[in-house]
């Protein structure tokens, strides 16, 4: 079941995991623009988008977690 889990996968967990992984790209590459620009303001404003990515990441750990315990109860 674990090696299958993502073709398995609830599409909320799908989800969760696109945009976690879409706004810490975002985040990262702005952080770099910022960074080699000298924009200080865009590189601060960036991070953010990395800290709202980890937390969604975060969630999708635990929709993933309850998808395997429902799973395994059956």
Same mark, same amino acid.
């Given at each position: 079941?674990? @090696?299958?889990f993502?073709?398995?996968?609830?599409?909320?967990?799908?989800?969760?995991?696109?945009?976690?992984?879409?706004?810490?790209?975002? $985040?990262?590459?702005?952080?770099?623009? $910022?960074?080699?620009?000298? @924009?200080?303001?865009?590189?601060?404003?960036?991070?953010?988008?990395?800290?709202?990515?980890?937390?969604?990441?975060?969630?999708?750990?635990?929709?993933?977690?309850q998808?395997?315990?429902? @799973?395994?109860?059956?």
């Amino acid at each position: 079941m674990l @090696n299958e889990f993502w073709a398995t996968a609830p599409t909320r967990y799908k989800a969760l995991v696109f945009s976690a992984m879409g706004l810490i790209a975002v $985040g990262i590459i702005l952080t770099l623009i $910022g960074n080699t620009s000298g @924009n200080q303001g865009l590189a601060m404003a960036s991070l953010p988008l990395i800290g709202l990515g980890l937390v969604l990441h975060v969630v999708g750990l635990v929709v993933r977690g309850q998808a395997i315990r429902r @799973n395994l109860r059956r």
